[in-house]
């Protein structure tokens, strides 16, 4: 909840949008699993293929708008004097002179011509100069521009960079598969390892190269390592995410704790295809 709250902004008191990822859509997924019941494998998988359309690509936002209208009597005649909104959401790069929109792509299948509902599922498509100027901090602003209701709200940092990650292929993974699925490391493959750490790729890996890399003896946290450890994980980290990275053309790495440990552990992976 906490994530989804970073990815939340309102646009003037009738317009919200919740940016989609990876993470908001496995979430829904669950609770819809809670309240509705599917059990099979096969009804699962239905409810997959719907919700995994609302999964970003490389270079795309996914959002989900809502238009929240608190009086019940006001609702139809507030959504139809926003009739025509789909062609008026636009990410706005820049200012002035510079400035760019990028507008929204709404889900077709979701419009009518006369009547438009209070849910809509977007996308902005970015161009890798557009990604570039967002990464490099230019002014970035969502923009509602129709006749009936013109408002605009600036990108706050913590929103940029959650949303950065979706544009260069790299969303946060709030749970990981490996730990919730205890078993054997057998199944794991281990590519190095050493009297004081090993290396291996993870039975469920999160990427199509994931590595993690780890001390045998626990430790909680950085500050807890000794030199002689940190220096050879180190090391060992900088030298798998070379290999990626000549592979894949690029990479990631990032650090966390295995909770049933508590073990501190590197992820190196390439970005998601």
């Known amino acids: ?21 990876r993470e908001t859509v496995r979430y829904q997924i669950l609770e819809m699993a809670r309240v509705e019941g599917p059990r099979t494998p096969a009804q699962l998988q239905v409810e997959l293929d719907i919700y995994n359309e609302l999964v970003p690509g490389t270079a795309e936002l996914a959002a989900t708008l809502f238009i929240e209208i608190p009086e019940l009597e006001t609702i139809r005649p507030e959504l139809d004097r926003l009739i025509g909104i789909d062609e008026s959401v636009q990410l706005v790069l820049g200012e002035d002179a ?18 438009i509902s209070a849910v809509h599922y977007l996308r902005f498509r970015l161009s890798p100069a557009q990604v570039d100027r967002f990464a490099e901090g230019a002014r970035a602003r969502f923009r509602v521009a129709h006749s009936a209701y013109n408002h605009e709200t600036d990108v706050p940092a913590t ?3 959650s949303l950065l990650c979706d544009l260069q292929g790299e969303g946060i993974v709030l749970l990981d598969p490996a730990v919730q699925q ?11 390892e050493t009297e004081h750490l090993r290396a291996y790729r993870p039975a469920r890996p999160l990427a199509s190269e994931h590595v993690i890399v780890e001390p045998k003896q626990a430790i909680p946290s950085l500050l807890e390592a000794d030199s002689s450890t940190l220096s050879e ?15 894949k053309g690029r990479c990631r790495v990032w650090t966390d704790v295995d ?7 590197w992820h190196i992976a390439a970005p998601r295809e």
């Open 182 to 192: 205890p078993g054997p490391r057998a199944s794991e493959e281990v590519l190095r």
């Open 1 to 21: 909840m906490a994530h989804k709250d970073v990815r939340r902004i309102g646009v003037g008191d009738r317009v919200t949008l919740l940016f989609e990822d």
């Open 159 to 161: 929103l940029r960079e």
């Open 259 to 265: 909770p049933a440990e508590p073990k501190f552990r």
């Open 233 to 247: 994980l180190l090391k060992v980290v900088t030298e798998i995410a070379r290999e990626i990275q000549q592979r």
């Open 98 to 115: 510079d400035e760019e929109h990028i507008t929204a792509d709404f889900d077709r299948r979701q419009l009518e011509a006369d009547r």
